[in-house]
């Protein structure tokens, strides 16, 4: 018995599906509960096109479900119902592409011995394995969304498909499910239909209200911006410094907001513009910014405040060309802070670095030379002060105060008022919503 398990080890296989297809039955037959650690950085790019070219050169690596170190079992009340399956187990193999035989193959380094017991009962009862059966079958995965768009309970689902397809999924499992379905159950509508009403009705409510759409190639949805006529209004009146950036889990369906913001009078933060897109690459940042600058009066903007994303920078000072761009000293620090933090040097030289670094920030050209003159200093044996001179010195007029005595900024440093305006959304906004309801809570942040 253990040496036929042990002899899928010593076999060869074509390409990548044909290694994966082999994998499952195996993991299946010998209750192997045995995850993927990607430990390639080629590989664990999200763009999967071109898979095999690039894995050729790689290496993939898979582990037991129950590796890594074991977590202390400290709980702080946050999360009182988490709990972690590391138990140090030990087991491991990795697969690579053997260019000579054009194979793929394992390597001889690998552990195949568990720390704990594997059996069927066992096997059946983790939860990656109940979800592959769930989502892995096209049976199951209908017969449980039809039942949860007919309003079945959660009880009444688990029952039936336990006893048509021998599943025991839980009603955590059921209730994961319901969220992950790109279906809402509000009248039957799926999310996109339901989207396309909220549409309609925004544009309805006030013919100013502008929304424009990007799909792909596909007909799915890119990027989804959204200005109404309030948000007009504050941008027309109040246009002198603008604050960007981008949020996440704000959709179950993984979509970033960016959001534009103005200050008014009270030197508080309001939203004059959103862009929900599915990522924030170089397209999709034009066209946010194309549709703002259609829509609005963008020469009256003297500063942009950003973080430090230069692809974002760039694009930016096409459509800005008027204004200013400033970094967030928040950010700033925020990034050094943890680039300081990665040297191999001791605490009290990383300290004295991000002492002086932040003496750059505010200094007026006095002391510039002997303040870097000690990070240079206190780096000694590290790439920090190459790294530092060529990604921040370059573009010292973004960060250091100095450069910012002349501008019409409000004595604004940082993207605070997009940070707290972020923090409130997400007390409205949830992860597990759909598209169609985030779109509504973000109007609702509008009118309040």
């Given at each position: 018995?253990?040496?036929?398990?042990?002899?899928?080890?010593?076999?060869?296989?074509?390409?990548?599906?044909?290694?994966?297809?082999?994998?499952?039955?195996?993991?299946?037959?010998?209750?192997?509960?045995?995850?993927?650690?990607?430990?390639?950085?080629?590989?664990?790019?999200?763009?999967?096109?071109?898979?095999?070219?690039?894995?050729?050169?790689?290496?993939?690596?898979?582990?037991?479900?129950?590796?890594?170190?074991?977590?202390?079992?400290?709980?702080?009340?946050?999360?009182?119902?988490?709990?972690?399956?590391?138990?140090?187990?030990?087991?491991?193999?990795?697969?690579?592409?053997?260019?000579?035989?054009?194979?793929?193959?394992?390597?001889?380094?690998?552990?195949l011995k568990h720390n704990h017991p594997i059996d069927e009962r066992i096997y059946k009862n983790y939860s990656f394995i109940r979800n592959?059966?769930?989502?892995?079958?096209?049976?199951?995965?209908?017969?449980?969304?039809?039942?949860?768009?007919?309003?079945?309970?959660?009880?009444?689902?688990?029952?039936?498909?336990?006893?048509?397809?021998?599943?025991?999924?839980?009603?955590?499992?059921?209730?994961?499910?319901?969220?992950?379905?790109?279906?809402?159950?509000?009248?039957?509508?799926?999310?996109?239909?339901?989207?396309?009403?909220?549409?309609?009705?925004?544009?309805?409510?006030?013919?100013?209200?502008?929304?424009?759409?990007?799909?792909?190639?596909?007909?799915?949805?890119?990027?989804?911006?959204?200005?109404?006529?309030?948000?007009?209004?504050?941008?027309?009146?109040?246009?002198?410094?603008?604050?960007?950036?981008?949020?996440?889990?704000?959709?179950?369906?993984?979509?970033?907001?960016?959001?534009?913001?103005?200050?008014?009078?009270?030197?508080?933060?309001?939203?004059?513009?959103?862009?929900?897109?599915?990522?924030?690459?170089?397209?999709?940042?034009?066209?946010?910014?194309?549709?703002?600058?259609?829509?609005?009066?963008?020469?009256?903007?003297?500063?942009?405040?950003?973080?430090?994303?230069?692809?974002n920078i760039d694009i930016l000072q096409h459509f800005f060309d008027k204004a200013r761009i400033l970094l967030c000293v928040f950010h700033?620090?925020?990034?050094?802070?943890?680039?300081v933090h990665e040297l191999r040097i001791p605490l009290t030289n990383r300290m004295n670095i991000m002492k002086n670094i932040r003496r750059?920030?505010?200094?007026?050209?006095?002391?510039?030379?002997?303040?870097?003159?000690?990070?240079?200093?206190?780096?000694?044996?590290?790439?920090?002060?190459?790294?530092?001179?060529?990604?921040?010195?370059?573009?010292?007029?973004?960060?250091?105060?100095?450069?910012?005595?002349?501008?019409?900024?409000?004595?604004?440093?940082?993207?605070?008022?997009?940070?707290?305006?972020?923090?409130?959304?997400?007390?409205?906004?949830?992860?597990?919503?759909?598209?169609?309801?985030?779109?509504?809570?973000?109007?609702?942040?509008?009118?309040?």
């Open positions: 018995m253990q040496e036929d398990k042990d002899s899928f080890f010593t076999k060869q296989f074509d390409n990548w599906e044909h290694f994966e297809e082999q994998f499952i039955i195996w993991c299946n037959h010998y209750h192997e509960p045995v995850n993927i650690k990607r430990s390639s950085m080629k590989y664990n790019e999200k763009t999967m096109n071109g898979l095999f070219d690039r894995f050729r050169y790689e290496h993939v690596k898979y582990v037991c479900h129950h590796s890594g170190r074991a977590r202390r079992n400290i709980k702080d009340g946050s999360r009182p119902n988490q709990e972690s399956a590391r138990i140090d187990c030990e087991f491991f193999f990795k697969i690579k592409h053997d260019t000579d035989i054009n194979k793929i193959i394992f390597t001889k380094i690998k552990n592959k059966e769930l989502k892995g079958n096209q049976e199951v995965h209908d017969l449980c969304k039809t039942l949860i768009t007919a309003n079945a309970s959660t009880y009444n689902n688990r029952k039936l498909l336990n006893k048509k397809f021998d599943i025991n999924l839980t009603r955590k499992d059921i209730n994961n499910f319901k969220q992950k379905i790109k279906f809402n159950l509000v009248g039957n509508r799926t999310d996109a239909e339901l989207l396309q009403v909220w549409i309609d009705e925004i544009l309805n409510e006030n013919p100013n209200n502008s929304i424009q759409i990007k799909l792909n190639e596909d007909g799915n949805l890119e990027c989804l911006y959204i200005q109404t006529m309030q948000m007009k209004a504050w941008l027309e009146k109040y246009p002198n410094i603008l604050h960007l950036d981008s949020t996440i889990k704000v959709n179950i369906e993984n979509y970033q907001l960016y959001i534009c913001m103005a200050q008014n009078a009270n030197l508080k933060g309001v939203p004059v513009s959103y862009c929900l897109m599915n990522s924030g690459n170089k397209d999709n940042l034009e066209f946010f910014y194309a549709a703002m600058r259609d829509l609005n009066d963008l020469q009256k903007t003297q500063v942009i405040m950003v973080d430090k994303d230069l692809t700033v620090l925020k990034y050094l802070k943890s680039r750059l920030l505010y200094d007026n050209d006095q002391m510039s030379a002997i303040y870097l003159k000690e990070v240079k200093t206190e780096s000694e044996g590290t790439d920090f002060y190459q790294y530092f001179e060529t990604n921040w010195l370059s573009c010292c007029e973004m960060w250091q105060t100095k450069h910012r005595k002349n501008l019409f900024n409000f004595d604004t440093d940082t993207n605070n008022h997009l940070e707290r305006f972020n923090r409130t959304l997400k007390d409205h906004i949830l992860p597990k919503m759909h598209i169609s309801e985030c779109v509504v809570k973000l109007i609702l942040a509008v009118d309040d």
